[in-house]
């Protein structure tokens, strides 16, 4: 309401200076591009310029390091795409805020390669109106053999004094705190507000042995030998794994986080003939398999298996996990807006500790 | 020049009102008030909660400590710069100002490079086989990018200023009995204080207010008052409590603006 | 005293030096390396230089960073200047009003600017890109302007001016042939100080600009938030020798009029 008050005014105060001298770079206007928001080094570069030469559309390609990141921009207007990929429970937040809309399946005809349990595991679409599943997996510790020595099975490895300074955590919200609650045996959903205190005390005790936190900095860090223990995305352990053999991938046994990412229309979005054509083109075996073979993220393409010619990666319990044998595995849900605040208040908490 | 003249200054007037003024405004407006647009104090006095206290006293902490690292590197630089300078070309001084031309992003991620637990400080003392150090991630790494980053503002206006002080007048006081020490803290110093005090304010408020250099060297284990709101902005969405902690991020400035400038004015005075 | 203590100062110089530019010449040292670790020289290459210029999305926030800047600094060079030229006859407390908001985006802080753009594009419903970066850089660019233009105004000779009106000049004419040319160098400077101020901003793009819209600093900003790779080594090297040789060009100038008298 209060923003509708302001904009009408300084909308009329400023329009006349607006109008005169306003270069763009980029017509966001024009018929032939596509603004795509996607998550860091997530995509392989290779299939943007391919989808141009095949369809001569532009893509406009940005990316954010978390969800929390992303939803702002979008929720403000301040950026407009036609397509983003955010995780579970922030496509559960934007439906609930009304930031999407539908997409026409029928514009889509390789979403067929989906396989359905990946479909009716995104519960955060219920209708399965809105989304498109991109890539999915599991959050883990990577950790490199040379420098640690002792077994590693259990997220209580982030709190051995040992590895002071050796550590790296996730710095974004849900990630961190799914760490601590799982340790703890609690939900990583949890709202209730004694959990949470417990798991941000456990947070705040781990902080000195913590040498950053960081995002996408993990993969590179770790390949580079900066830090001996690390919080990563399933997807990324195949990757660094290629770029450092001393590295290994474990799920802790108390149980994870099993995170589906899904492409969605936000419902500004201007170029939705283009967006129906890219997601399409993402859906299809080869690109699907291309784009797999370079980020090695499980994908929840059907039809990519058969076509990955490399078998150490044909054959990657890590890339095609049987997750039959985890029991404890859980999605991350929207907390509601207080939730999420408590939360991001907690996590500040922990950050100035 | 005719009256007409003065219609010359409209174009930039009413940006400023549409580009400076109206902004703050809305800043107020979003600090005083909550989601719902009702008044409200919270926003401001969410300063008060102990994250937001601690990351205000760690800033100025961090800020003052860098300000006064940059003057006691930059006077006598600047004081030898002057004494050689004087008469001859600027080239000189222009060598030590020159990276502040630089991006500043570019200089702090230099800095993460030499100073990370495998970065090149750290791997030439491993090679002489001495202890390696680890003060990236710390509160010290981000003094030093602070002071990195901001040392020629701390330099040019001593200089300057140095640089126009009548070398008759130290020359009298050489000439009254005064020895080195005495010229210097009765004439040479107060005579610059003008430059000092405004290179502390060019050092003391982007300090004070980066988010930009305690996210690259701090690893994000240092929340200063500028990571707080620019990440209440961009990742909380909590636009009150981020609008809320700039106008008191503001107050802050005001405060120092006028302290320094009751110096400048009192030094004038004499 | 002097004497005594040259070989210290000659120290202490030397030492603010190498603090100074240590750690610029080591990145310029690692965008030869060959080798992808830091700590580890692994022969002579250029190819980073080469993966450089081939990254169209570097190229194109490069493209973004040098337009902006011409075009801030242009425009505000001349709104700067018209605002100069009429504060100078207003009334007294006009001009300190005029002047007192210019000094608001010189004194607060980046963040605070910046962050107060943003919320005025959202609150106007402007779609954030290149323009909304480009309106908030003449905004910040303009006081640079107005403070490097407004001191030569004390320095007019006004009987000057005032004998070209008497000899029949009209005020446009007097003003262009008298009064310009006096406070040219303000204006020259003004632009440059706008135009590196615009090239170095990193936290009020961060804050202005949308979709699809990078400058230098921002993408620069996103790629370390990945890691960083050579390919910044080798942007570091070309910006600063750039800024260098800019410098050298912009010094040798006056010392060439100079020369000329």
Not at chain 1, 226 to 246: F, K
Not at chain 2, 107 to 135: D, V, Y
Not at chain 3, 153 to 161: A, D, K, L, P, V
Request: with cysteine; net charge negative.
């Amino acid at each position: 309401m209060k923003k509708k008050f302001i904009g009408t005014i300084l909308a009329l105060s400023l329009a006349a200076s607006l109008i005169t001298g306003c270069g763009k770079t980029v017509d966001p206007n024009s018929d032939d591009v596509l603004y795509v928001y996607n998550a860091g080094e997530y995509i392989d570069p290779d299939i943007l310029d391919q989808f141009t030469e095949e369809t001569g559309i532009n893509v406009v390609y940005d990316e954010f390091e978390t969800n929390e990141i992303m939803y702002p921009k979008v929720e403000s207007g301040a950026a407009i795409y036609d397509l983003i990929c955010p995780s579970d429970y922030m496509i559960e937040k934007m439906l609930a805020n009304d930031l999407l809309q539908p997409i026409d399946y029928s514009k889509v005809p390789n979403y067929e390669n989906i396989g359905k349990e990946y479909i009716e595991q995104s519960t955060f679409d219920p209708e399965h109106k809105y989304t498109i599943p991109y890539c999915w997996g599991t959050v883990g510790i990577l950790y490199n053999k040379t420098m640690v020595d002792e077994p590693v099975d259990s997220w209580s490895i982030l709190w051995n004094e040992k590895y002071k300074n050796n550590i790296l955590m996730q710095d974004s919200v849900r990630d961190a705190y799914a760490v601590a609650l799982k340790y703890l045996g609690y939900s990583l959903n949890s709202t209730d507000h004694d959990e949470i205190e417990e798991a941000c005390e456990l947070l705040q005790k781990q902080k000195h042995l913590v040498q950053a936190y960081v995002v996408d900095q993990v993969r590179d860090k770790m390949i580079g030998n900066e830090a001996a223990i690390g919080v990563i995305y399933s997807g990324e352990a195949l990757y660094t794994q290629r770029q450092n053999p001393d590295l290994e991938y474990v799920i802790p046994k108390e149980g994870t986080n099993m995170w589906i990412d899904a492409w969605v229309i936000p419902k500004n979005a201007r170029h939705l003939e283009n967006a129906h054509a890219f997601l399409n083109f993402l859906c299809r075996a080869d690109i699907a398999c291309k784009n797999f073979e370079y980020i090695t993220y499980s994908t929840p393409n059907t039809k990519v298996r058969d076509l990955v010619e490399d078998e150490s990666l044909k054959n990657s319990e890590i890339a095609f996990p049987d997750l039959s044998q985890y029991h404890n595995l859980e999605t991350f849900k929207f907390l509601g807006d207080k939730g999420e605040k408590y939360l991001n208040g907690m996590w500040r908490e922990v950050k100035s500790y | 020049m005719s009256k007409k003249t003065k219609w010359l200054a409209m174009p930039y007037t009413i940006w400023g009102i549409g580009f400076i003024i109206i902004p703050l405004i809305i800043v107020l407006f979003y600090g005083f008030t909550d989601v719902s647009g009702h008044f409200t104090i919270e926003g401001i006095a969410s300063i008060f909660t102990h994250v937001n206290l601690k990351a205000l006293i760690v800033s100025m902490l961090l800020s003052f400590a860098s300000t006064l690292v940059c003057l006691i590197m930059a006077y006598p630089l600047a004081y030898i710069l002057a004494e050689v300078g004087r008469g001859k070309s600027s080239l000189l001084s222009l060598i030590f100002i020159l990276p502040m031309w630089m991006n500043s992003l570019l200089r702090t991620i230099a800095w993460q490079n030499l100073l990370e637990k495998t970065g090149l400080i750290n791997a030439f003392l491993s090679f002489c086989h001495l202890p390696t150090m680890m003060i990236i991630n710390t509160p010290w790494a981000i003094v030093l990018g602070m002071v990195y980053d901001f040392l020629p503002f701390m330099i040019l206006p001593i200089y300057n200023v140095l640089c126009k002080i009548d070398k008759d007048t130290i020359n009298a006081a050489r000439d009254l009995g005064a020895n080195g020490w005495q010229t210097f803290w009765r004439v040479t110093w107060p005579l610059s204080l003008p430059g000092v005090i405004s290179g502390i304010t060019m050092v003391f408020v982007p300090s004070l207010t980066t988010f930009v250099i305690s996210d690259i060297l701090g690893g994000g284990k240092i929340l200063l008052i500028g990571n707080i709101i620019e990440q209440l902005f961009t990742q909380d969405n909590d636009w009150n409590a981020g609008a809320g902690l700039s106008v008191v991020m503001m107050i802050f400035i005001i405060i120092s603006i006028i302290i320094t400038d009751k110096y400048d004015r009192e030094d004038a005075g004499k | 005293m002097n004497r005594q203590h040259a070989g210290l100062k000659k120290f202490y110089s030397i030492f603010i030096l190498l603090f100074l530019y240590a750690p610029i010449l080591t990145l310029m040292a690692l965008s030869f390396n060959a080798s992808k670790s830091r700590s580890h020289w692994g022969g002579f290459t250029f190819d980073w230089y080469i993966s450089l210029f081939e990254d169209e999305r570097i190229m194109q926030a490069f493209t973004n960073t040098i337009l902006i800047a011409i075009a801030s600094a242009l425009i505000a060079t001349v709104f700067g200047t018209f605002a100069c030229v009429g504060m100078h006859v207003m009334k007294r407390r006009t001009r300190t009003a005029i002047m007192g908001m210019t000094n608001i985006p010189m004194l607060n802080a980046d963040i605070v600017t910046g962050i107060s753009l943003m919320l005025l594009f959202i609150a106007c419903r402007i779609n954030m890109g290149g323009a909304t970066v480009l309106l908030a850089h003449i905004t910040f660019n303009i006081p640079y302007v107005i403070l490097s233009v407004m001191p030569k105004f004390r320095q007019i000779n006004y009987s000057t001016y005032e004998a070209a009106l008497d000899l029949g000049a009209t005020p446009t004419y007097a003003f262009t042939r008298i009064i310009f040319p006096d406070i040219l160098p303000g204006v020259f400077s003004g632009f440059l100080m706008a135009f590196t101020m615009s090239l170095d901003d990193f936290i009020i793009t961060h804050f202005t600009k949308g979709a699809g819209f990078d400058t230098l600093s921002t993408k620069i900003y996103s790629e370390v938030k990945k890691g960083v790779s050579p390919e910044i080594y080798a942007l570091s090297t070309i910006m600063f020798t750039v800024v260098l040789l800019l410098l050298v060009i912009v010094q040798a100038k006056p010392q060439m009029n100079r020369s000329k008298k």
